[in-house]
């Protein structure tokens, strides 16, 4: 781009006659081009935007105000998303002017009237879209054998049509309030109370829609990211104007290469590359511009480690969990600022994507006023950061920029280093409290994100061997593998969401990843390794199969004690849909076909077997007379040849006896069929 506004200026300079300043001046852009491209990456944006021109949320209906706050506080309805995911049914304007036509201290009855008369239901100003590239058996999902599996993930698949949304602006008026953000494509929601597109869930969300062969969707999904980053300068936590303050777990560079890899045609990447570079550079430079944390590097104080936080930008309570921010504050009797640093803490533990769980408290986890999310180095957010500075660092060589390649390559290693000198704690990592200058969880209870460096790949492999991983991951078997529902997300149960005993789809497929890749490094194969990898990726099955079973749904988080039932905890009821679930079981079903192909046998005998006596069962059902009456010409017939064969002269060679023939084993039923269910032979 400088180079082209170069060649511009040269063209006017040549052809308004040549003289020796302007042949200077050309010579001072070009240097000062070359110069930008050389220093730090700082300046690498084509989106730049300062800390003030970031769009903030300024509404008076849902970010901030006497408005939010009257309604609200007058707690209309059990979950305080809803109110702001209404659209107006007018300017943000209007609405403001008919809320000052309230009365001081107006009635709950009063205030409902207000919300009835101004706004639409939830999800008015959003359609529901069947993506285009939906087809109803994928050749994916085709190709699992075992019948009730298949008839499974086609359950899931169908999901996608119900969770595709689309702004509609033909609902509302152009000047209409509304909290939803005009994203240009359609895009895949969690599902519940979650009608919006949320950034790091779309990560899984992804990899379901490539099981289902959608590429089309997920590049939607990836273009409104492209939007947001173009439009905001980063990725908001989710496509409301009330998440404007903060991001989410940054997984856009990991989801393009995920996309790249499952949908862009060979030829086509290294062009893709470059078009995409820009948004993922304008990325990471938001998260290292304002969340970045530089930490002493013992070894040579005069390069720090550049290191990531979580930090939302407001002091707010949180407009969709509104009351709860307000009466964590109200019940501690916090002074002004108190509260100011408290609701700051609490969007951070939202940014975190882990709302809330132990890990952000140092104190009770039923206490806020002891949440420190803004002052935690975290494993998992630098070991992605580590994953992300590594591929940018590899599309910037593919891309032809080798000297920002070399920097992003310097910048991960910078990472590992701090990673190693404050996180690593002997046999796994451990969130760091930059503040208190103190490891958090020191009462050493287990939580997941203690091992999040190898989820990412974020550890020296020279330093760490493949037996050294090996006995880390013993060391908690019992919270690995000694839970029925799957892994659980920590030791500590809070009755925060992201605490004992809830267990989260996204998580066990991290895992999965884990054992498997262990597997592949083990000398012996690692048929260890694998087993544990099916393990986990079967309990996953079991408990969400349960649980559509009994509850024909979804959910966002299950149970570890209890298969196929939800979770629970945390602020707002267990939601069904759900995106990354949906996403994680395709993924699973579709890795594991070699398991599930090797149970095929049994499984499908067995379900055909099922199904015939359930079809029998039905058919006497419906026809009781006709059944009487063939049970009774089978008996009489019976009786009939025993009194035959009662008669009949002994024939002691047994062939043309009936009760030889009978033992006369045919060859088509002693080769066992479809597995060796002994069923089969009867
Ligand atoms: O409304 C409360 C919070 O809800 C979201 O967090 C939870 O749901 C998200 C969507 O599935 C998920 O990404 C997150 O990990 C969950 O904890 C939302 O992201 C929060 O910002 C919000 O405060």
Redesign the pocket.
Known sequence: MIGQHGYIFGQRALTGGTNVMQYLTLALFFILAVWIQAVDIEVWPLFPLSESDREQCRSEIYCQGPLLATVQSSDLFIDC?RFVDMPGKYSEDIIVKNFAKLPKNASKDAVMGFVTDNFERPGHDLRVVVPGDWIEEPPSIKKIKNHRLREFALAVHSKWKALVRMVDPEKTCQECASSVLKLPHPFVV?GGR?REL?Y??TFWILEGLYVSGMCETAHMNIKNFQWMIKTYGFIP??SRTY?LN?S?PPLFTMMVRRYMDQCVPLKEQSQYIKEILPYLDQEYMFWDKFRSVKLMNPTDPKRPFRMSRYHADTNLP?P??FLQDVLSAQTNGLSTDARKRLFQQIATG?ES???FSSRWFNGSATNFTSIVTSNIIPVDLNSIMYRNEMILADFHDLGGTPASSKRYGERAQNRLEGIKTYLWKKDEWIDYDFVRKVSMNSEKTFVVSNLAALWYGAFSAAELSPTAIERMLQKYWHVLWGYPGGIPIGEVSSGQ??DFPNVWAPIQLHFINVFEALASKLPDGGAFWKRRAVDVAQKLINTTYCGYHNYKQFF?KYHAQVVGEPGGGG??IVQDGF??TNGVILTVLDRGREETDQETGQEEVAFRKRERTKSIASWIDQHPFLSLSILIFVFLLLSFLVTLIKVAPYDPVGSRSMSGILRQPTPALLTPHIGDDPAILV
Do not use: L, M, T, V
Request: proline share 4%.
């Open positions: 998303k969690p979650f949320y790091w869930d936590n989710g998440y903060r989410h949180r969709e969990s939202a994507g882990w709302d969401q992201w966002e602020e707002y995106g990354w």
